[in-house]
């Protein structure tokens, strides 16, 4: 198993521009689907058959997904960058 990663410093998110993350999260009960689309920097939302398990891309601040979630019960969350989309300025 790989060692967690240090959290990012405020100056290498400056640096790396906005982050893209892919996510799991799967819930107690039904998900809450709706919420979660609806949430600002959330797009390619997927969710499992049995409704419990979702899967997504969070562009920028995660603070709009987290409060999608409110109230119900998270049993897993997982978060991994994903490819960028926002190559720097030259590159």
Known sequence: MEPPHPPPSLVSMIENGPTRQRVEVSFV???????????????????????RTVRCRVDGSFQPFLDALRGHEVLVLQSSPAASAYPKEGH
């Open 29 to 51: 009960c039904a998900a809450p689907v709706r919420q979660i689309e609806r949430a600002s920097g959330v797009s390619e939302v997927d969710v499992d058959p049995d409704g």
